[in-house]
């Protein structure tokens, strides 16, 4: 199995600054297709998950413009660029190049 | 919009059986491949199975692998997930969710699944 591994498991944010998560996979995500298939997903408390960057930096529609992805191969980040109250919640990352589909453990972002 | 309701989750003991449903809407169902992921108490997410768009391929994780059946009805925009043998560690909170190429699109609201004596 792909085995994805964030950092850092807790992140507390003073709003209106700029927070990164990383997310390692233990092969490449990169298919034979072109497409690097690594999601992110943020849950807000009490709430389901939802995918805010799909394929390491296409921003889903209706996501602010203040998360951005990158990396490739086997290295990623989400980054946060302006910290906001509603950003609160758990942060996860997903592998979709080879079945089981795994995630990462999640990174929990609060307000510092 | 995209809306997933899933239904059928609740109380059950060990050795039991239940069964989920996912109903679809806003989208064409029988385009997309559909996910169930689940979310155990307080701890992070894990991907079960998997399901073609027309249902001839289906895919599950080792843990769920001989006791849960995905399944699907296009003509109803439906989504099942069978689960026999309960064990206590598949309590957990069952997301249906819309795929796409290696990926997940949206997330319905979630079933709790309490499995216990």
């Known amino acids: 199995d792909v085995v994805m591994t964030q950092s850092p498991l807790s992140l507390p944010v003073v709003l209106g600054q700029s927070a990164s998560i990383s997310c390692r996979s233990s092969q490449s995500l990169k298919h034979n297709d072109g497409n690097t298939y690594l999601a992110w997903f943020q849950q807000r408390p009490g709430q389901s998950p939802r995918r805010l960057i799909n394929k390491v930096s296409d921003r889903d529609s209706g996501v602010p413009d203040r998360f951005s992805g990158s990396g490739s191969g086997t290295d990623f980040t989400l980054k946060i660029s302006r910290m906001e109250a509603e950003d609160v919640g758990v942060y996860y990352c997903?592998?979709?190049?080879?079945?089981?589909?795994?995630f990462g453990q999640g990174t929990k972002v609060e307000i510092k | 919009e995209v809306h997933l309701v899933e239904s059928g989750g609740g109380s059950v003991q060990p050795g039991g059986s239940l069964t989920l449903s996912c109903a679809a809407s806003?989208?064409?169902?029988?385009?997309?491949?559909m996910r169930w992921v689940r979310q155990t108490p307080g701890k992070g997410l894990e991907w079960i199975s998997d399901i073609s768009s027309s249902g001839d391929a289906t895919y599950y994780a080792d843990s769920v692998k001989g006791r849960f059946t995905i399944s699907r009805d296009n003509s109803k925009n439906t989504m099942y997930l069978q689960m026999n043998s309960l064990r206590v560690e598949d309590t957990a909170t069952y997301y249906c969710?819309?795929?796409?190429?290696?990926?997940?699109?949206?997330w319905g609201q979630g079933a709790l699944v309490i499995v216990s004596s």
């Open positions: 969710a819309k795929g796409s190429p290696g990926s997940i699109d949206n």
């Open positions: 806003g989208f064409t169902f029988n385009k997309f491949a």
């Open positions: 997903m592998q979709g190049i080879q079945w089981p589909r795994t």
